[in-house]
């Protein structure tokens, strides 16, 4: 089964005085894997930038380049394409046991982009926390598969959690948000991120896209307003990598549009950068996921 959808994005940059220069990472391409299909997409820049190279990240995620040395009073960042998203739910746990883990990662010897390894230890964004390590060492029990436990933990943070946007901000810490019991998809992310760590599963970050439009009968998914966030872990290696979404408390299937995967926020914010100006600046983010 496949879902195609059409996908626009704008993000929005107004300067409170003018920017004397700017130096810009972008990473808001959809991925090519073998779940998804980047079909066609351009992504716009406004006004034309002084210099611009396109190229990948070391996880393989798209990443643009953006050069100015004039003076700016607004940027415009645009996405438009169309991305094929194919459902590959594995109907039977084929994870490792908890316990077990450690072992298989003992024997597992890769250190490519996608190896389990650079998913263990504490990151820019996320840091061990022996607090929220014990909310999930509470919450497996012996003989559980890493799914499983993954599934709990995950279950847990999301009765526990109340989505709410004026919680946080970016740069709000895991541990401030889960005391607070409040945030965002990145709240909840960074907080699963950490909580599975700390029991010794690799997890990762995921940025991407929520179907704006629900099928019938469903209600519209937390998130799908703005760019979304969601996790993946490694279940050992008859299992492999799985997402899911602790913010709706699903498995990802095809509602969800992976554009960047990484260790934490820091490895895929959408808009990475430094301006040279006086005064701050104000954002908007527009996001539309329509099912072709």
Not at 77 to 88: D, E, I, Y
Not at 242 to 255: G, R
Not at 257 to 270: F, N, T
Request: hydrophobic share 40%.
């Amino acid at each position: 089964m496949s879902t195609t959808y059409d996908i626009t994005l704008n993000i929005d940059y107004l300067f409170d005085a003018p920017a004397g220069a700017n130096r810009t990472l972008l990473r808001i391409q959809p991925l090519s894997t073998g779940d998804q299909q980047l079909i066609s997409g351009l992504t716009t820049i406004d006004p034309r930038p002084d210099g611009r190279m396109d190229g990948q990240d070391f996880f393989g995620n798209l990443t643009i380049e953006v050069a100015y040395d004039r003076p700016l009073t607004e940027m415009t960042f645009r996405f438009a394409g169309r991305v094929r998203r194919n459902t590959t739910m594995n109907a039977f746990d084929l994870s490792a046991p908890l316990v077990d883990l450690p072992h298989e990662l003992f024997d597992y010897h890769d250190i490519s982009p996608s190896s389990p390894h650079h998913f263990l230890a504490a990151s820019e964004r996320v840091a061990l926390s022996p607090e929220i390590t014990a909310f999930a060492r509470n919450l497996v029990r012996p003989g559980m598969t890493t799914l499983t436990a993954l599934r709990t933990v995950s279950q847990a943070l999301h009765a526990e959690m109340t989505f709410d946007p004026d919680a946080t901000d970016v740069r709000t810490p895991p541990l401030e948000a889960f005391r607070a019991r409040r945030g965002v998809c990145q709240d909840f992310t960074h907080i699963l991120i950490a909580a599975m760590r700390g029991i010794g599963v690799p997890t990762g970050y995921v940025s991407g896209f929520l179907r704006t439009i629900p099928p019938p009968g469903r209600e519209r998914l937390a998130g799908a307003d703005a760019m979304h966030a969601w996790v993946r872990a490694w279940c050992g290696a008859d299992h492999g990598w799985v997402e899911i979404d602790p913010t709706n408390d699903m498995m990802v299937a095809d509602d969800h549009i992976s554009v960047a995967i990484g260790r934490d926020y820091a490895d895929v914010a959408p808009v990475k950068g430094s301006h040279w100006a006086s005064g701050g600046h104000r954002t908007t983010h527009e996001v539309d996921v329509v099912p072709v």
